[in-house]
C-alpha cells in the first residue's frame, strides 16, 4: 500500500515551454501532497505544499507564478514549471500523506527535467 | 521543526549491522523522529518513525535514547541494496506536516 506515481519518469523540454509533472496517490486519498527538487549530489529542498481544493503555500523563495501547482482531487496534484529555463532543471519529487490520519508521508518516483 | 546533525558518510561491510545515528539535540516533546532512505535517482523510502520508545519493523530498528536528544537506525544485517542515502527527520505530530529534509548520510555496504 502507500503507492505514490509520478509521470512522466523524465522529461525534455525547450527553454520558455512549459511542462508539466502529475503526481497520483494510488491506493489512498491524500489531502495533502508535497513537491520538492534536488539537485545532483544536493538534499530534497522543500518547494510547496497542496492542500486538496485550496491553494498550495510556497515556500520562501519560490516562485509561485512559475512553479503552478492543481490540487484538484485527492488523488492528484500537479506541478507545471512556467517558461522553463536550463537552470530549471532538476529531480522533482512529489510525496501525499494519506488522509484520515497518520502521519507519514510517502514519495513518488521522481521526475528528472532537463531544459535544453 | 528540530534541526538533525548526522555524519556525512559511512561504510558498512555486507552481512554485518549498520548503526546510523542522528543527533537532535533540541527536539520538542511532541516530535516524532522519522528516517527515510533515497537510493540513487529514486524517491525517498520510508522506513520507520518513532515518539520515544524503540521501535522495529521489517526493515530496521529505531533505538531513541532516553532524553530524546539522539537516535540510532539500525539496519541488523546491510545488504548491498542498502547502500543509500539516509535521511533523519524531526517533525511534530500537529500542525504543519512539512518534512525539511538534512544532508543526511551516505551509507555504503562494501561486499
Known amino acids: 500500500g502507500a503507492v505514490v506515481s509520478q509521470h512522466p519518469s523524465w522529461v525534455i523540454c525547450k527553454s520558455g515551454t512549459s511542462v508539466k509533472i502529475e503526481c497520483r496517490s494510488l491506493?489512498?486519498?491524500?489531502?495533502?501532497m508535497f513537491w520538492y527538487r534536488q539537485f545532483p549530489k544536493q538534499s530534497l529542498m522543500l518547494m510547496a505544499t497542496s492542500n486538496e481544493g485550496s491553494k498550495a503555500t510556497y515556500e520562501q523563495g519560490v516562485e509561485k507564478d512559475k512553479f503552478l501547482i492543481n490540487h484538484a482531487s485527492l488523488t492528484l496534484s500537479t506541478l507545471t514549471v512556467t517558461s522553463a529555463h536550463p537552470e530549471d532543471s532538476s529531480f522533482y519529487i512529489c510525496?501525499?500523506?494519506?488522509?484520515?490520519?497518520?502521519?507519514?508521508?510517502?514519495f513518488g518516483e521522481g521526475s528528472w527535467l532537463t531544459v535544453v | 521543526d528540530a534541526k538533525t546533525t548526522q555524519p556525512t558518510s559511512m561504510d558498512c561491510a555486507e552481512g554485518r549491522a549498520a548503526n546510523l545515528p542522528c543527533n537532535h539535540s533540541t527536539i520538542s516533546g511532541n516530535e516524532y523522529v522519522y528516517w527515510y532512505r533515497q537510493i540513487h535517482s529514486q524517491g525517498p523510502q520510508y522506513i520507520i518513525h518513532?515518539?520515544?520508545n524503540n521501535e522495529t519493523n521489517e526493515m530496521a530498528s529505531l533505538i531513541i535514547t532516553e532524553d530524546r536528544k539522539s537516535s540510532t537506525l539500525i539496519l541488523p544485517h546491510a545488504t548491498l541494496r542498502d547502500t543509500a542515502v539516509y535521511y533523519c527527520i524531526v517533525r511534530a505530530r500537529e500542525g504543519g506536516n512539512q518534512f525539511y529534509f538534512g544532508t543526511g548520510t551516505s551509507l555504503t555496504v562494501i561486499p
Open positions: 518513532g515518539l520515544k
Open positions: 510525496s501525499a500523506r494519506p488522509a484520515g490520519g497518520g502521519n507519514t508521508i510517502y
Open positions: 491506493d489512498f486519498q491524500a489531502t495533502t
